[in-house]
């Protein structure tokens, strides 16, 4: 079993920048490909980036190159997704996703464990 916990949403004006983290537990960190979604309002939710386990490297969502970036801290369990010049369209629920594999997994499907999601709002 993998708790996930995440934290860092809140209010962002157009612009600006905010760092979402994601803590886990429960099994060895390194060990876990792991993922962020969003879901916008009013729309299904949608991979954003993802990290391979055991440092087979990152991979982002079309929409999200260039101003996430996707990165793990394998020592504090923890993975974070700084979002850059966000964007109004960046609004939504925040989830961070677990998996126990080595692919570079981008459905829900492929992932058992998710956190309760954490909320950004964008602001114009």
């Known amino acids: 079993q993998i708790h996930l916990v995440e934290s860092g949403g809140g209010l962002v004006q157009a612009g600006g920048s905010l760092r979402l983290s994601c803590a886990a537990s429960?099994?060895?960190?390194?060990?876990?490909?792991m993922a962020w979604f969003r879901q916008a309002p009013g729309k299904e939710r949608e991979f954003v980036a993802g990290?391979?386990?055991?440092?087979?490297?990152?991979y982002y969502a079309d929409s999200a190159k260039g101003r996430f970036t996707i990165s793990r801290d394998n020592g504090e369990n923890t993975i974070y997704l700084q979002i850059n010049r966000a964007e109004p369209e960046d609004t939504g629920v925040y989830y961070c996703?677990?998996?126990?594999?080595?692919?570079?997994?981008?459905?829900?499907?492929?992932?058992?464990?998710w956190g309760q999601g954490t909320r950004v709002t964008v602001s114009s």
């Open positions: 429960g099994r060895t960190f390194s060990s876990i490909a």
């Open positions: 990290s391979r386990w055991r440092g087979l490297g990152t």
């Open positions: 996703a677990a998996a126990v594999g080595s692919g570079a997994y981008r459905t829900q499907g492929d992932y058992s464990y």
